[in-house]
């Protein structure tokens, strides 16, 4: 360990330069389980939407540190649909993974599951994409590694994140004009 390295290979005192070693989508992938409490539902027992969309910003995150490897911040979340209803005492599972890195930002997809323990049945709850860009911890922008696609569906996803990015960054200059119109 570099000395000026804490346990965690958080750099002290100078500011570490990234690794941009390009990245198969396997490093980021990720996984995170919640289990339905009755502080986390609305009076009938169904899991509130601002929780579920506050853990799927976390799972999200996680491949995103997990990927560039430093602090990220959320920048935006696409549309989200909820397609199946979560109980208290469910199993909520998360699984994330880095779709596709540009220059400081990263496209995370994030697949939701509701699993009952009872059964083991799984249903499909939410899908959602959100981009993170990566930065230090002065909030500076920083650069991030390519991903690597290597399965068919992580080529899917990469090429699908390309056209994403490009309907987002259409949609940002249209608000733009809108909001300099008045
Ligand atoms: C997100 C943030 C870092 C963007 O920085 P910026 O200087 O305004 O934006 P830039 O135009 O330089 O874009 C930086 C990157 O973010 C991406 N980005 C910016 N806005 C975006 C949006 N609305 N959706 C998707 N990506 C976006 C850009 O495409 C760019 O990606 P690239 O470097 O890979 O090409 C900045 O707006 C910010 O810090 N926002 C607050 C984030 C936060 O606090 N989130 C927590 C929820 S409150």
Redesign the pocket.
Known sequence: MNPTESKTGESTTAQKQPDLTPRAVKDSASEMVELVLPNDANPLNALLGGRLMHWI?IAGALAAHRHSRSYV????TDHLDFLFPVRVGDLVIFKSSVNR??????EVGIKVFVESYFTGERHHVSSAYL?F?A?DRQ?K?LP?PPVVPETSEEHRRYEDAGRR?EL??AE?QRKALAASKG
């Open positions: 910003d911040v959320t920048a935006s890195a540009f220059s400081t930002s990263m981009t860009v930065v909030g922008k991030v990015r987002r960054r940002k």
